[in-house]
């Protein structure tokens, strides 16, 4: 009996987080998932997760955490840990998000051209050439300034929205945004300039 109940004893302790000699014990995954579910929640929607998009982002956090709880160093610093994986996650998923919108962009555009109400085959192609000569352009801008031009020009996000989405300073997503309108704008002029004046 006694082998018996050593070898329940060493197969809880490995499943049981052992206690560090410097400190406390990692605690087990439910408690600190009864514990911090409020937190992680409340802490992805201050980050700017759609309330419709929460449910998904939590349960990839906490399994986040669970699959990381051995690598946890410092038990008494799990709150901050915690938030480190929630802004790694929530900042995935907002990049996520803004290649979607950008792709979604693209598709609404192409869409609005095939559902307009009847157009003549003149109107179509000018239309065509109109969306071709926004994405060439936009091919052109650097990703960061592009990002911001089109989340502002396309999308319609206000510059606080944009700094939230992209966890830039304000100030950086004014500059970002007055240097891609400036680019957009020279190199529009110079298609302008090489096309005869047509735009």
Known sequence: MAGQDSAA????????????????????????????????????????????????????????????????????SLRSWIYGIVRRTVSDHHRTQRTRAAFGATLAAEADLRQSSPQTPLDLTEQSDQVKLLQ????????????VFVLAELEELSVPEIAE????????????????????????????ARGGGKV
């Open 136 to 147: 060439s352009v936009l091919d052109e801008l650097d990703p960061a300034k592009r990002e």
């Open 9 to 76: 004893r060493a197969v809880l302790a490995t499943k049981e987080p052992a206690a560090s000699p410097a400190g406390p014990a990692v605690p087990p995954f439910e408690t600190i998932y009864q514990q911090y579910f409020d937190f992680v929640w409340a802490m992805t929607l201050r980050l700017g997760v759609s309330r419709a998009a929460t449910d998904d982002v939590v349960q990839e956090i906490f399994m986040v955490i669970h699959a990381r709880l051995g690598t946890l160093r410092e038990p008494a």
């Open 165 to 192: 989405a992209l966890e830039i300073p304000l100030n950086t997503a004014y500059s970002r945004l007055r240097l891609a309108r400036e680019a957009f704008e020279q190199k529009l002029s110079r298609r302008a």
